[in-house]
């Protein structure tokens, strides 16, 4: 058995001499949730229907689920769940009749669909809206219903494109849960497209930073901040504050602390020290502080998010959401 449950190769898509895809090469291991992040028209929405089947590459090879999504679409159709931005739902029918729909057109008897389909309705938390029509769903709940919607057919990979746009904060962070809650108890992988960097940030253990169609970069958000950011000053923040009887002064303390090696800059604002360094020297700084006599109340090492991460990647373009 194959380690990775999505493997692209040199995946290219182009649209006259438009190159959309550019040559992508990607792995995801089972379980992963994994997050594409990118500017408009980076081609996540491409690569997301080339890994459906739906689209076919340029060259290169996908394969999801140990098919060749590209020949075998159907295979990988019967194994993925693909939730787009917004689901087409019967809106005359009950949320729980177009779930029942679903897992008829996906070959599962009346009987048993009933079943599963009020199973998944409790999941997603839509019990008590299960038998009110989806026209009168909210858009959380309509996202909700289209969770249930994919998982009907108990698939082993969930593909999300901007699934929480237009839903409440709350409301979000409920459906993020979920997401993470179905990956970690049934082991589901989840590919999720979004612009929205604290989602990501938040929920995904790897992400794919995507722009004009290449893979810019990939890995955890530690690693990528750790790869960027390694000739980057490191900033420390400390807060100090001196006894009124003691005989060393703001001034003092800035000197002393200048005076460490590998620091490059001391910035006083209050009682707060900002200090840029070649290096770490976190526990050199408490040394210092606490010698000088002065009282050391927090020592703060800026860590890179995400957002500065896409921020480096993205800064020289403008077009991202
Ligand atoms: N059928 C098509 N014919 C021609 N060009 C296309 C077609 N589909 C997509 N493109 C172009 O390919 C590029 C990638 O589009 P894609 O939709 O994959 O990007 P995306 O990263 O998903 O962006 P978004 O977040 O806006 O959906 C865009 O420049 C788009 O205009």
């Given amino acids: 058995m194959n380690e990775y449950i999505i493997e692209l190769a040199d995946l290219t898509k182009q649209y006259g001499n438009y190159t959309a895809v550019d040559h992508l090469n990607l792995t995801i291991r089972k379980g992963e949730i994994f997050g594409l992040l990118g500017p408009n028209g980076a081609g996540k929405s491409t690569t997301i229907l080339m890994m459906l089947g739906l689209t076919e590459p340029t060259s290169g090879r996908v394969r999801v689920c140990n098919w060749d999504a590209t020949r075998y679409p159907i295979e990988v159709k019967k194994r993925v769940g693909y939730l787009p931005e917004d689901v087409g739902f019967y809106e005359d029918y009950t949320g729980f009749e177009n779930i029942v729909y679903t897992a008829q057109l996906n070959g599962i008897g009346r009987g048993e669909a009933a079943q599963r389909a009020q199973q998944l ?177 927090y020592l703060h090492k800026k860590e890179y998010g995400l957002e500065d991460i896409y921020h480096h990647y993205f800064k020289e373009y403008e077009s991202y959401a």
């Fill in 121 to 297: 309705l409790n999941r997603v938390g839509l019990a008590d809206a299960a038998h009110k029509k989806a026209g009168k769903y909210s858009r959380g709940m309509r996202q909700r219903l289209g969770l249930a919607d994919v998982l009907i057919k108990n698939p082993e990979v969930i593909i999300l494109d901007e699934p929480t746009l237009g839903i409440d904060p709350k409301g979000v962070q409920e459906f993020l849960s979920l997401i993470v809650q179905l990956s970690r108890e049934e082991g589901l992988t989840v590919l999720l497209s979004s612009h929205h960097l604290e989602q990501i940030q938040a929920i995904c253990d790897r992400v794919g930073l995507f722009v004009k169609g290449k893979l810019l970069a990939e890995g955890n958000v530690h690693t990528l901040a750790g790869n960027l950011f390694t000739s980057e000053p490191l900033t420390i923040e400390a807060h100090i504050t001196i006894p009124v009887t003691s005989v060393v002064t703001v001034n003092d303390l800035q000197r002393m602390l200048q005076d460490i090696e590998g620091v490059l800059t001391v910035a006083i604002q209050g009682n707060t020290f900002q200090i840029d360094c070649a290096r770490d020297v976190t526990s050199q700084i408490a040394r210092k502080v606490i010698m000088a006599g002065a009282d050391l109340n």
